[in-house]
């Protein structure tokens, strides 16, 4: 008898690896789901009524993209 009856050959094994690695890599090329800028909440708008708006991202020294908490979680009066 043959212990491994009714499984598949080694050779058809990678075949849904390499489709699903190919899917993820396609898929990181889609549109962000919100714009830079796009409101994210409430407060954004309430902010910039006001005048208190702080961008949601700075450049750092080395030109990287950053979230800008400090100054988006900053007391407003």
Do not use: W
């Not at 899917?23 to 309430?46: E, I, K, M, N, V």
């Not at 009524?49 to 950053?66: H, S, T």
């Amino acid at each position: 008898m043959n212990a491994h009856r009714g499984t598949r050959p080694i050779a058809a094994r990678p075949a849904p690896v390499i489709a699903g690695a190919v899917a993820l890599f396609l898929g990181g090329c889609t549109r962000p789901l919100l714009a830079p800028t796009d409101q994210r909440s409430p407060f954004d708008r309430y902010d910039a009524i006001r005048g208190q708006f702080a961008p949601q991202a700075l450049e750092n020294e080395f030109g990287a993209r950053v979230p800008n908490v400090r100054e988006r979680l900053r007391y407003k009066e």
